[in-house]
């Protein structure tokens, strides 16, 4: 079971003693010198009394860590390094909430430290910091609220003040579309009108998904699992809490203090991507609701500015960028909160949705005949991946495949999804390197036929994935994403091999 801590862990003897406890068994599993080196670093910073002189002290131990998982590929990384972050990180965001007189500011960084532990290091193993967040997200939420209210007032004053001397004939208020109102819905490729005209034109042979209603295990099984064709299934997302609760206020109420790292780019392809660490609050204010508004002017043009950035096989990844503070660049960029694991950072956005059914069939057939226990069932379950993706308008994901089996759900908003046969790889011009997985055809680039000629003609099948609906993405096959409209959708991941 694991020990639950709270922000008072420096002045708590049992909690302080068990994350020493586990600082010294993560400690022995790093290698010697260096495992030894940051264990020592720790020490020395818990058995100091002052908060401020905690936090100095524990940053060497931080940073130390920092480095030890940048350095090589990162799945390489031994995952001891990741728990040592762990540690770390309890400490400093506690030395923070205790050393800080600024009491909107000490939750924030207090929160941030816990978030970048979350996002580097994945799920807490031995400790429950639950109550932690919570608090911090509480605390923070009241205090901006109570920032917020002064300005309110004036407003309302004011506003009260002016009806007073003028009095005009009401007009019949207009009724505002709820966030996921599905009564107008936009065409395929509302965004892209130079690909959808190429398409029209015959560039591709498009066909259509096929669409089943909750079909049973056994149905599932014979004719989208085995058969490994895509498929649209109906009248199973539509059932889960977060298709009836989730629009952007009630993910602002939940996430909006947590720090999130969000795709800065027209996709992760381009030149100028980045990736950016910020608040949910300010990925939504920034490019949500402006980039939405904004995509559609913009979207047209980058067809046009964009021939020269099909190449780029390497991606960087920063922390910060300069043009993140400017209005006129930020108005005109596309953000992108994309595979990022937010259920294991977010545990009150986890239990909005339901793991499908159909993530249990494996290719394991004949070892299932072999297992005599529930044990050994559960040894053959696969190990399913739960990802995000959040995002305005116009957000793209470029021609590319998956290794997993994929039902992607689409909570609110909609996607349009071009795929193609595995069979077709050799025509879609795979890069090299890493980025194998990755087509250099980009269809957002209009003359993406001239330029790529094998790519004509092949049979793809392109479908608009609706709110409350899911689509079956069998392994290796091809396929190409963009938003209509703000969206969210869930995406699980699983092997056909447990």
Not at 276 to 291: E, I, K, P
Request: glycine fraction near 2%.
């Amino acid at each position: 079971m694991k020990r639950r801590l709270t922000l008072e862990i420096l002045t708590n003897d049992d909690q302080l003693h068990s994350v020493r406890e586990y600082a010294e068994i993560v400690g022995k599993e790093l290698p010697h010198e260096e495992g030894a080196l940051w264990l020592d670093l720790f020490r020395r910073s818990i058995v100091i009394t002052d908060p401020k002189q905690i936090l100095i002290s524990i940053r060497y131990a931080q940073r130390y860590v920092w480095e030890r998982l940048h350095e090589g590929i990162w799945h390489q990384v031994l995952p001891h390094w990741r728990y040592a972050y762990h540690c770390t990180n309890i400490i400093s965001a506690a030395a923070i909430f205790c050393s800080c007189q600024d009491a909107l500011k000490k939750s924030r960084q207090a929160l941030f430290e816990i978030d970048l532990a979350l996002i580097m290091s994945g799920p807490f193993e031995q400790f429950n910091v639950d109550s932690i967040v919570s608090e911090l997200v509480k605390d923070i939420q009241i205090r901006q609220q109570q920032s917020i209210l002064p300005s309110i007032h004036k407003k309302h004053e004011k506003h009260e003040k002016h009806e007073k001397y003028e009095q005009r004939p009401t007009k019949r208020q207009r009724t505002t579309k709820n966030e996921n109102d599905d009564c107008t819905m936009p065409s395929q490729f509302s965004t892209l009108p130079a690909l959808k005209i190429e398409l029209d034109r015959g560039d591709l042979a498009v066909s259509n998904v096929k669409r089943l209603n909750r079909p049973s295990m056994s149905v599932f099984k014979r004719q989208v699992f085995d058969t490994r064709c895509p498929h649209i299934i109906e009248d199973v997302v539509n059932h889960w809490p977060a298709y009836k609760r989730w629009n952007i206020d009630y993910l602002l109420k939940v996430a909006g203090p947590r720090t999130v790292p969000v795709e800065i780019g027209r996709n992760y392809m381009s030149k100028e991507w980045t990736q950016q660490l910020m608040t949910f609050d300010a990925f939504v204010n920034t490019y949500v609701r402006c980039g939405s508004s904004s995509s559609s002017s913009s979207s047209s043009s980058s067809n046009n500015n964009n021939n020269n950035n099909n190449n780029n096989n390497t991606t960087t990844t920063t922390t910060s960028s300069s043009n993140a503070n400017s209005a006129s660049n930020t108005s005109q960029q596309i953000a992108y909160l994309a595979q990022h694991e937010l259920f294991d950072q977010i545990t009150e956005l986890s239990r909005d949705i339901v793991e499908p059914d159909y993530c249990i069939f494996t290719n394991n057939d004949s070892a299932s005949k072999m297992s005599t226990t529930i044990q050994d069932d559960a040894q053959l379950l696969p190990n399913v991946q739960r990802n995000s993706w959040f995002g305005p308008r116009s957000t793209v994901s470029p021609l590319h495949y998956d290794k997993y089996h994929n039902l992607f759900c689409q909570i609110f908003g909609s996607k349009t999804i071009l795929l193609i046969h595995p069979k077709y790889s050799p025509s879609l011009y795979p890069n090299d390197g890493v980025q194998c997985n990755t087509s250099q055809v980009d269809l957002q680039c209009e003359g993406w036929v001239e330029r790529w000629p094998n790519i004509k003609n092949i049979p793809c099948k392109i479908v608009t994935v609706r709110s409350g609906e899911m689509l079956y993405i069998p392994p290796k096959w091809w396929h190409f994403c963009v938003a209509e409209e703000t969206s969210f959708s869930v995406s699980y991941w699983w092997s056909a091999v447990a």
